[in-house]
């Protein structure tokens, strides 16, 4: 069956400093990728998407990379600040098919 | 502009019974799609629709089923409820759907089956 796994349940890291997460995938053949961050209480919020086609996405202080052979997106935060600390999903997609979500990264960025 | 918007906010059902939640997307926007949000599960995809037909699905049973009106607005029943059915649901709302698109959430609907 379909697996997603993101680098580790939890990440802390000093202010400034660049927060790197993984998203890992099995039995998958996306056509695309999305990372979104959600907040407690709160539904996601779309930051990125990336085409398999695609090998680097970037969008202000964020990164996205995308390795199909690797089976693998990294998801970068620059700079990163207090307000960054959320919990980051990746989710993977093909058309007609199930959208997977992985579970999920909470990142404490630490002042 | 208005945001996603779901009614109800909270709901309370027991199980057995049968639950329409509602989901008004953005004006303009053509897709909607649901998911379920659990602790043990995390965010599963239930299905998504565009222009009324439905483009794609997740893997849950046929007790959950979905449509979209032609003014975009979307429903989603699940009948015959189970304990584990208990979950925040959220629809998300965008102009061309989920691969080409940014998806904007609603605050999700909060359902408890007793």
């Known amino acids: 069956s379909q697996k997603i796994e993101q680098n580790s349940e939890a990440l802390n890291i000093q202010e400034g400093k660049t927060a790197t997460l993984t998203c890992n995938y099995t039995n998958y053949s996306p056509a695309y990728l999305q990372w979104y961050r959600q907040d407690p209480g709160r539904g996601p919020v779309f930051l990125l998407l990336i085409r398999e086609n695609e090998k680097e996405k970037r969008k202000e202080r964020l990164k996205v990379t995308f390795d199909t052979t690797l089976k693998q997106s990294l998801f970068h935060i620059t700079a990163s600040q207090p307000a960054d600390s959320a919990t980051y999903l990746c989710a993977l997609g093909n058309y007609g098919q199930n959208f997977v979500f992985g579970p999920g990264t909470r990142l404490s960025v630490l002042p | 502009k208005a945001g996603v918007t779901q009614t109800p906010r909270y709901l309370i059902k027991t199980r057995g019974q049968q639950v329409t939640l509602s989901c008004s997307p953005i004006?303009?926007?053509?897709?909607v799609s649901w998911y379920q949000q659990t602790p043990g599960q995390g965010l599963q995809f239930l299905f998504e629709y565009f222009s009324e037909t439905q483009r794609n699905k997740g893997n849950f049973p046929g007790r959950f089923s979905g449509r979209q009106f032609s003014n975009s607005r979307s429903e989603m029943n699940v009948s015959t409820l189970e304990l584990g059915d208990s979950a925040l649901y959220l629809c998300?709302?965008?102009?061309?759907?989920?691969?080409?698109?940014?998806?904007?959430f609603g605050p999700g609907t909060r359902l408890t089956v007793l």
């Open positions: 998300a709302s965008s102009l061309g759907g989920l691969n080409t698109d940014t998806q904007y």
């Open positions: 004006s303009g926007h053509r897709s």
